[in-house]
């Protein structure tokens, strides 16, 4: 467990939402930000309020799916603490989903994440310290119809940070892997929404269901940052999302234990084999 004051923090998708809520809460627990979007005037926005909150804060317009850019970003700044929060929403049965919604959700939610990793551990790695934070998701942990592709994106996100954080530990440098819930922002606005009829229908639907099973920014991040804090390797946000994990760990729990039987079972009903 250690303080964050006095660390530079890089946040992307500091535009708005998540990560802008990301960016006022480290500029609150004293840290210096780097804030980088494809959205230049939302960056302007959370500067401005970061450094009301007393904070350096700088700016930069970076596509996070190109790995020249991101390696021109990694070689003016080097933070203690990066965050990868930027991610692409998608809602589509399977059917409806083509080659090019995959390879866009993967670009920006999986790969833009290994290129700001990969740019910037190895200066974490020559100072002996760091922390990455990746913004994952609970659809990460268990899959929904009509998100199929989103979640699979996310469950690349989980599957890479695990592996990561146990192969950097030896590096001084620590990884927290963050699974919220639905959380209200303009994500969910922004969300394309294939193959349904009347998309505005299901706006208004999300919208009243919303408040009863999701949470708000500004509490995910102080949920987030205080686990970056706490070192915890994973953490999940939301009643909902938690629900929908510990149930499907013990559904497979189960299903384990049951294809264990059926196997011993199955063994016992072979004839013997002969010896050597």
Known sequence: MGGLTGQTVLVTGAASGMGHCLALEFARQGCDLVLVDINPDGLERTAGEVRGLGSAAECHTVDITDSEQVGALAS??????????????????LEHTTMADWHLLFDVNMFGTINMVQAFLPGMKAAGTGRIMNIASGFGLVSFPSMGAYCASKHAVVAYTEALAAEVKRYGIRVTLVCPGITR????DATDMKGYDDTSRRREFLQRVLPLVST???????????????????VVHTWVA???????RVSRLVT???????????TRMRPAQPGP
Do not use: E
Not at 185 to 188: S, W
């Open 185 to 188: 922002t303009p994500f969910l």
């Open 216 to 234: 708000t920014p500004d509490s995910l991040a102080r949920f987030a940052v205080k686990a970056l804090r706490r070192d915890r390797r994973m």
């Open 256 to 266: 384990g234990a049951f294809l264990d039987l059926v196997y011993r079972v199955v």
């Open 76 to 93: 003016g700044v080097s933070p203690g603490v990066l965050v990868n929060c930027a991610g692409l929403g998608f809602t589509a049965d």
């Open 242 to 248: 938690k629900l929908a994990y510990y149930s499907n």
